[in-house]
């Protein structure tokens, strides 16, 4: 994927993540291309459907815990707020995981709880 187009794609997925946390995942799928500076035919060319940017969404959400993890390694308190931050993640994204995993569209996020 050429650098613009990943970088296009990150901002829908940054701005999916923000809005499906505080407005919920049945927001309108328009919200997501105004608040991404992007167009309708640049979110459909990256992803076909709601459960398909839901899979990116926790994907992209895994990622920052990840990084978190990395961030606090020598923390002695890690287990701690690494516990508080996934408690947080599965309230904010329960939806999605019980939507796409309901459809079987979980695709590359599929492996990542095993």
Request: net charge neutral; charged share 25%.
């Amino acid at each position: 994927m050429r650098k613009d187009a990943a970088a296009r794609r990150d901002k829908l997925i940054e701005a999916a993540a923000m809005l499906f946390e505080r407005d919920g995942y049945d927001i309108p799928l328009d919200a997501i291309v105004t608040t991404a500076g992007l167009g309708r035919a640049t979110l459909y060319r990256n992803f076909p459907d709601r459960t398909a940017l839901m899979a990116a969404v926790l994907v992209y959400k895994l990622a920052e815990l990840e990084q978190f993890v990395a961030a606090h390694d020598d923390d002695t308190t890690l287990l701690k707020a690494f516990v508080r931050k996934c408690g947080l993640n599965v309230l904010l994204h329960a939806p999605a995981v019980a939507s796409a995993g309901a459809s079987g569209g979980l695709g590359s996020a599929q492996g990542l709880c095993h």
